[in-house]
């Protein structure tokens, strides 16, 4: 069987920074706030009009086409992990081969809904596909457009202070170099506390889910069969992310070392051994606590959160290509890229450079 390695890497942000102090045209808050509890400076929002979750990521793509040394056309399978696609339905993998002019239709093109693990379930499911040699070329991206869908007024400020826009891609291809590649990963679910971090609506749910109906925006009682979206829920702005960040915070803080360990002790390695670890930038707090419970040094941590904010599913796609920009990935290093998010859902990956 073949190894997999990453072959390029690209990252597209949007121009528009919005810093901490932006935010107070819209909601109560404050830079000191955000900063002690989320290590936040800024986030980049796309112009509305100007590009969506897709189309960020075809920008991203482009780049990590053109670094593999490939063409569009030479992609086999497009995996899109995003939790903000253009359209309820069909998904943004059929959106990015079109954009990028991919016209065979012999490809596949698969969504992921994993939320901030998106990115490392594809990569999971790409490697089983390239060590088999079932695909040579695979595209997998993750891409938001969170600032389309939060509530930025007071009532949110919990949430959305914490999201920025962006997207990141890679192409993944076979390696026979020795020992490279990518070498174990793990996922992981819990859907006990699905609702924990989520958006109920709109959907099908239908109230199903809540003790009282009204909770979910729905009047069960109604015998109206359309339940999507419902006025409640627009004049209740229920249509947005719901966090309980304390439940989340201290779940984060145990999976990802958890999950690192794991990928650690299954490849023969020890925290020592990583030459830089790339967590999913959920909260600069969540880091530190991270880098604290396996003893890491500055150095074997990645951290871009400051400047883009959480990017869900492009958050490791975009610190991979960063830390690449920066000199940080050299060639023979051990990389861990380990996320966590809702669902819940984790995982991790161990990457010989
Ligand atoms: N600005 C100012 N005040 C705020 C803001 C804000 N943006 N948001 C909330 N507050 C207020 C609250 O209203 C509350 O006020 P009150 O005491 O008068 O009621 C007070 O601050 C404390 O609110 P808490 O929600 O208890 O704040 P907490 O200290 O828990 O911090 C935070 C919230 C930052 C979300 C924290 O819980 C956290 O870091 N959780 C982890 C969640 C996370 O990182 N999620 C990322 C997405 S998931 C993922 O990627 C894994």
Known sequence: MYKTKIAGVGKFIPEKVVTNKDLEQ?????????????????????????????????????????????????????????????????????????????????????????????????????????KTGKYKNILLVGAEYHSGGMDISTRGRGISVLFGDGAGAVILQATEEEGKGILVTHIHSDGSQAEILSAKNPGMHGGYYDEEASEGGY??????????????MLNESLIYPFMEGQAVFKTAVKKFPEVIRKALATSGYDTKDVNLVIPHQANLRISQFVQKILRLRDDQMFNNIQK????????IPIALTEAIEQGKVKDGDLLVIAAFGSGFTWGSAVIRW
């Open 219 to 232: 009047d069960t009682n109604s015998d109206h069969p359309f339940v999507l979206v419902t006025e409640k």
């Open 26 to 130: 819209y909601m109560e808050t404050s830079d000191q706030w955000i900063r002690e509890r989320t290590g936040i400076e800024e986030r980049h929002w796309l112009k509305r009009g100007e590009d969506t979750s897709s189309t960020m990521a075809a920008k991203a793509a482009k780049d990590a086409i053109k670094m593999a040394g490939i063409e569009p056309e030479d992609v086999d399978f497009i995996i899109f992990a995003t939790l903000s696609p253009d359209y309820f339905f069909p998904g943004n993998g059929v959106m990015l081969q079109r954009h990028l002019g991919i016209t065979k239709t012999e490809i596949p093109a698969l969504d992921i809904r994993n939320q901030c693990s998106g990115f490392v379930y594809g990569l999971e499911v790409a490697d089983q596909f390239i």
């Open 308 to 315: 883009y904010g959480n990017t869900t599913a492009a958050s």
